[in-house]
Antibody, heavy 119, light 113 residues
Framework: EVQLVESGGGLIQPGGSLRLSCAASGFTVSSNYMSWVRQAPGKGLEWVSVIYSGGSTYYADSVKGRFTISRDNSKNTLYLQMNSLRAEDTAVYYC?????????????WGQGTLVTVSS | QSALTQPASVSGSPGQSITISCTGTSSDVGGYNYVSWYQQHPGKAPKLMIYDVSNRPSGVSNRFSGSKSGNTASLTISGLQAEDEADYYCSSYTSSSTLEGYVFGTGTKVTVL
């Protein structure tokens, strides 16, 4: 059974850093595209970043240069390093597997972890 | 990197059919057959309902169907049921000279009257 479990969220001051983790089971992270998607309170979904199976990474303009997506193949875990955090980064962050059944759908999602950026 | 455009809300009575539109550009919806649709109930993670424009994952009701014409994709829910009341988001793969990744729609709240 495919499972994704995020962790690492919390309250952080503006300008601070946080690293989110997404532990996967039931499949191999390094063999799939993996992505982070966020949702600000009461708002819609916003794509954040993707890492392809070959290692290429891409980011939304809103986080480029501040966030870094990576994975640890030995731990079958996806990460999102978030630096220079701003109030507008406050959101529930979901990790999602991309593909599986086809090239680009987000077919499995975690339960999300809340990041609150506030002083 | 603009969000795809969806109507804010759509409503229908039980048993009726409703359609949600999702308008993008030639760099996303119009350029690729990689449009997917997600259902999200309050406090829950999104659930994949349609992928590659019109395909349903195993386990998703055949009351849900998708299509695309030009830069606009559509999700139709037929035989509307109370459990269909939720937020729905479209998404598309996107690639241009300045961006590669994904873009989501603005979201549509479906209300069952």
């Amino acid at each position: 059974e495919v499972q994704l479990v995020e962790s690492g969220g919390g309250l952080i001051q503006p300008g601070g850093s946080l690293r989110l983790s997404c532990a996967a089971s039931g499949f191999t992270v390094s063999s799939n595209y993996m992505s982070w998607v966020r949702q600000a309170p009461g708002k819609g979904l916003e794509w954040v970043s993707v890492i392809y199976s070959g290692g290429s990474t891409y980011y939304a303009d809103s986080v480029k240069g501040r966030f870094t997506i990576s994975r640890d193949n030995s731990k079958n875990t996806l990460y999102l390093q978030m630096n220079s955090l701003r109030a507008e980064d406050t959101a529930v962050y979901y990790c999602a597997r991309v593909g599986g059944i086809a090239a680009h759908p987000f077919d499995y999602w975690g339960q999300g972890t809340l990041v609150t950026v506030s002083s | 990197q603009s969000a795809l455009t969806q109507p804010a809300s759509v409503s229908g009575s039980p048993g009726q059919s409703i359609t949600i539109s999702c308008t993008g550009t030639s760099s996303d919806v119009g350029g690729y057959n990689y449009v997917s649709w997600y259902q999200q109930h309050p406090g829950k993670a999104p659930k994949l309902m349609i992928y590659d424009v019109s395909n349903r994952p195993s386990g998703v009701s055949n009351r849900f169907s998708g299509s695309k014409s030009g830069n606009t994709a559509s999700l139709t829910i037929s035989g509307l049921q109370a459990e269909d009341e939720a937020d729905y988001y479209c998404s598309s793969y996107t690639s241009s000279s300045t961006l590669e990744g994904y873009v989501f729609g603005t979201g549509t709240k479906v209300t069952v009257l």
